[in-house]
C-alpha cells in the first residue's frame, strides 16, 4: 500500500489523459465512439454514488474523474462533426445490453452485486472502441489510455484493504485500458491483417 494521497496523483494522470483525447479529438486526430464514451461518462458517475454510499473513501475520487473526463470528450466531439466515429449496429448492440446491465443495477438492492453490474456494463460498453482500436487504431490516442492504466494502477495501490466494492472498479478499468493502450499502441490489427494477406498471396502465388 501506497500512501492514500496519491489518488490525487492518479486522478490527474486520468484528466491530463482526458486533455490530451480531448485536444486530439477537436485538432481531428481520433475518433471517439460516442456510445462507448457516453455510457464511460455515465457508469462512473452512478459506481461513484454506490462507492460513496459503501464509505469507500478517497479512492472513489478516481471514479468520479472516470465520469467527468469521458463527458468532456463526448462535448469535444460535438464540436468537430470530422472527428466522429460512425455508429453502426454493433456499437448500437453493445450500448443497449451496457444499459441493461444498468437496469439490473436499479432492481437489485445489494451494493457488491450493483457493482459488478457496473463492471459488466463498463467493459460492454469498451468493445465498439475495442474493436475499433483493433481495426483502425490511427483513430485513437495510446497516451489517453496508459494515463488510464496509471492512474488505474496507483488508485490500486492506495486500497489499505482489497474488496470487491473498493478494487473492482480500477481493476477493471486497469485492465481494459492497458489492452486499448497495447492495440493502439502497436497496431497489432492492421499488421495481424497484412500478415495474413501476405501468407494469403504466397499461397496463392
Wanted: aromatic share 10%; proline share 5%.
Amino acid at each position: 500500500m501506497i500512501d492514500p494521497r496519491f489518488i490525487y496523483v492518479a486522478s490527474l494522470i486520468s484528466l491530463a489523459g482526458g486533455v490530451i483525447y480531448i485536444r486530439d479529438t477537436l485538432l481531428g486526430y481520433t475518433a471517439p465512439n460516442r456510445v462507448t464514451w457516453s455510457l464511460w461518462g455515465f457508469l462512473p458517475l452512478l459506481a461513484f454514488a454506490v462507492e460513496r454510499q459503501n464509505h469507500v473513501g478517497i479512492s472513489s475520487l478516481f471514479t468520479l474523474m472516470l465520469g467527468l473526463v469521458p463527458i468532456g470528450i463526448v462535448i469535444a466531439s460535438f464540436r468537430n462533426p470530422n472527428a466522429v466515429w460512425q455508429i453502426g449496429r454493433f456499437d448500437l448492440v453493445c450500448g443497449a445490453i451496457s444499459l441493461l446491465g444498468v437496469a439490473v443495477w436499479l432492481c437489485v438492492d445489494q451494493p457488491t452485486i450493483a457493482l459488478v453490474t457496473f463492471v459488466f456494463a463498463d467493459v460492454v460498453a469498451a468493445l465498439p472502441t475495442l474493436r475499433k482500436s483493433y481495426r483502425e487504431p490511427e483513430t485513437e490516442s495510446w497516451l489517453a489510455f496508459a494515463a488510464g492504466t496509471t492512474s488505474a494502477a496507483l488508485t490500486m495501490l492506495t486500497l489499505s484493504e482489497w474488496t470487491t466494492i473498493s478494487a473492482l472498479f480500477p481493476l477493471a478499468i486497469f485492465l481494459t485500458d492497458i489492452v486499448l493502450t497495447l492495440l493502439v499502441l502497436t497496431k497489432f490489427g492492421p499488421r495481424l491483417t497484412a500478415s495474413r494477406q501476405c501468407v494469403e498471396g504466397v499461397a496463392v502465388s
